[in-house]
Nanobody, 122 residues
Framework: VQLQAFGGGLVQAGGSLRLSCAAS????????MAWFRQAPGKEREFVAA????????DYADAVKGRFTASKDNAKNTVYLQMNNLKPEDTAVYYC????????????????WGKGTLVTVSS
């Protein structure tokens, strides 16, 4: 599985960005995806997950109501729409392909894309 995330950039607080993650090489039972982020000096943390077959989503409390995960089946692409961004959202954002275990645990993911930097200025 290969993942490529893009769409990061510099935005002012209150602004919006949409991240995309294009995936290739999926096997039939491993298409569930998630977004994580890692701020400087901090551990990588769960942001959102989306189940491919059901489109159900899950979010970290810090982003609920502001971020929305979605997908395009035809393009094998997942998205993270980020609204009302805050300076504390500044981080490198990663998409990851779920393997097994807790969706909140980085160890549950078999493949990771290269991160895309999101910087939110105050």
């Amino acid at each position: 599985v290969q993942l490529q995330a893009f769409g990061g950039g510099l935005v002012q607080a209150g602004g919006s960005l949409r991240l995309s993650c294009a995936a290739s090489g999926f096997t039939s039972n491993s298409k569930n995806m998630a977004w994580f982020r890692q701020a400087p000096g901090k551990e990588r943390e769960f942001v959102a997950a989306i189940r491919w077959s059901s489109s159900t989503t899950d979010y970290a409390d810090a982003v609920k109501g502001r971020f929305t995960a979605s997908k395009d089946n035809a393009k094998n692409t997942v998205y993270l729409q980020m609204n009302n961004l805050k300076p504390e959202d500044t981080a490198v954002y990663y998409c990851a392909n779920y393997y097994s275990g807790s969706y909140y645990d980085t160890k549950s993911y078999a493949y990771w894309g290269k991160g895309t930097l999101v910087t939110v200025s105050s």
